[in-house]
C-alpha cells in the first residue's frame, strides 16, 4: 500500500522487452532512485508512476523490475524508455502518519492531459476522464495521477481538474506534463469497495 506522497523522480536506466509464453510482451525495467533504494530488498514493492511493482534486483542506487503484459497494456508504462522519468515511492510503513490516501498501486486506466493553467501560486490541470471511472470521481474527492494523491478540484462527465501546488510541481513529474501527455489513474478504492457493497445490498433487498 502507498499513500501518493512521491518521494522522488527516479529515471529509466535499461529497458529489455521480454516475450510471454502466454502472449504479449513484457519487461524488465531498471531504475535509479537514491531514496527509494536506501533501504530496499529484494522482493519489496515500490510504486512507479503508481504501479505497484516488485524489486528483482539491486545495484547501488538502480533497482529492477518486471513488468507483465498486463501491466504495460494497462499502464503508461509500455510506452516509457531509457531516459524516462518517473514518480517514485516506497510502500508505507505502519508507523508512519497517512499523509495522502490508500493507494495501492493497481492503475484502473490512463488518461490524456487536455489543459493547463499556469497561476502565480499553482496550477490548474484538466484531465479527462475515462467513462469507465467516472462513477467514482467526485469533487473534493481523492484520485491518484502517475502516483501522485490529489484532490479532485472539479469533474464533469468527460474531465477532473485538480490543483497542483508548488512542492508538487517540483517534485514530481506533473510539472513538467503537458497537454496531449497520457498518465496512469488509480480511482480511491473506498468508492469501489462502498459501490460493490451497495449493488450487494440493493440486489438483496429487490430480491425479497
Known amino acids: ?3 501518493g506522497i512521491v518521494e522522488e523522480i527516479g529515471e529509466i536506466t535499461a529497458l529489455e522487452r521480454v516475450a510471454d ?4 510482451d513484457g519487461a524488465r525495467i531498471a531504475i535509479r532512485g537514491k531514496t527509494v533504494t536506501s533501504d530496499a530488498g529484494l522482493g ?5 508512476d503508481g504501479v505497484c511493482l516488485t524489486v528483482v534486483a539491486l545495484d547501488g542506487d538502480v533497482f529492477t523490475v518486471d513488468a507483465v503484459p498486463e501491466t504495460l497494456a ?3 508504462l509500455g510506452g516509457r524508455g531509457v ?10 510503513r505502519a508507523d508512519q ?12 486506466g490512463t488518461a490524456e492531459l487536455l489543459s493547463r493553467e499556469p497561476g502565480e501560486r499553482w496550477d490548474r490541470v484538466r484531465f479527462a476522464l475515462p467513462p469507465a471511472l467516472a ?6 474527492g481523492s484520485i491518484a495521477v502517475d502516483g501522485v494523491s490529489l484532490t479532485v478540484a472539479a469533474v464533469d462527465a468527460e474531465s477532473f481538474t485538480v490543483a497542483l501546488i508548488p512542492a508538487t510541481l517540483e517534485l514530481t513529474t506533473l510539472g513538467a506534463k503537458r497537454p496531449g501527455d497520457r498518465v496512469n489513474l488509480e480511482v480511491d478504492v473506498i468508492a469501489k469497495y462502498v459501490e460493490k457493497q451497495v449493488a ?9
Do not use: C, W
Not at 97 to 108: A, K, N, S
Not at 135 to 140: H, L, P
Open 83 to 92: 531516459g524516462s522519468r518517473v514518480n517514485l515511492e516506497r510502500a508505507v
Open 44 to 48: 519489496d514493492s515500490i510504486a512507479v
Open 21 to 24: 509464453p502466454a502472449g504479449g
Open 1 to 3: 500500500m502507498f499513500t
Open 97 to 108: 502518519r497517512l499523509g495522502g490516501h490508500i493507494v495501492q498501486g493497481h492503475v484502473d
Open 200 to 208: 450487494a445490498y440493493a440486489a438483496g433487498e429487490a430480491g425479497r
Open 74 to 76: 494497462r499502464s503508461t
Open 135 to 140: 462513477r467514482y470521481v467526485v469533487e473534493k
